[in-house]
T-cell receptor, first 110, second 114 residues
């Protein structure tokens, strides 16, 4: 089993739709969690950190469920510009290794 | 300010050759990471530097791979006796320090081994 798993997609959704991605992780001693966004042929960029209490940034909401060992990303009112690959990232306690998932590809259609 | 830069942007080499990939982190960032990314995959951790020292090199696939950061700023990833399987995008990232922080990625070096 991979340490961090994501559904690779693609998720094809119409503009204005709400879409959610999940990411599961294997190590219960995980410390920190992030969502990164990667556009085609570009480098990853931080979208948001994921806090235990959940957090929101505009149309984006991130949640952490430690009991079930998953994090989620919810995108409301999808825009064409949201089309990208969304990478789940986990930092396990006691390490400096950031473990990336394979990414979930989102395509927002006009 | 200037972001993370990597050179070259593309490198084509022949099997068995030696290559060096360079990373210039953001000024003042003490933490530096190297990753390798293949098509359809997420970045795979290779090595982490805190200052000049490699704090975690557990991701280096074998002893053909080596990285240095002699002055705590610029880092070089060195690959000896390259193999076709080494072909990938090599990404460098820096962050302010070792605490869980945003990583800023460079544009990467696309390595192709023929």
């Amino acid at each position: 089993r991979k340490e961090v798993e994501q559904d690779p997609g693609p998720f094809n959704v119409p503009e204005g739709a709400t879409v959610a991605f999940n990411c599961t992780y294997s190590n219960s001693a995980s410390q920190s969690f992030f969502w990164y966004r990667q556009d085609c042929r570009k480098e990853p960029k931080l979208l948001m950190s994921v806090y235990s209490s959940g957090n929101e940034d505009g149309r984006f909401t991130a949640q952490l469920n430690r009991a079930s060992q998953y994090i989620s990303l919810l995108i409301r009112d999808s825009k064409l510009s949201d089309s990208a690959t969304y990478l789940c990232v986990v930092l396990f306690s006691g390490t400096y290794k950031y473990i990336f998932g394979t990414g979930t590809r989102l395509k927002v259609l006009a | 300010g200037a972001g993370v830069s990597q050179t070259p942007s593309n490198k084509v080499t022949e099997k068995g050759k030696y290559v060096e990939l360079r990373c210039d982190p953001i000024s003042g960032h003490t933490a530096l990471y190297w990753y390798r990314q293949s098509l359809g995959q997420g970045p795979e951790f290779l090595i982490y530097f805190q200052g000049t020292g490699a704090a975690d090199d557990s991701g280096l696939p074998n002893d053909r791979f080596f990285a240095v950061r002699p002055e705590g700023s610029v880092s070089t990833l060195k690959i000896q006796r390259t193999e076709r399987g080494d072909s990938a995008m090599y990404l460098c990232a820096s962050s302010l320090d070792h605490s869980p922080n945003e990583q800023f990625f460079g544009p990467g070096t696309r390595l192709t081994v023929l």
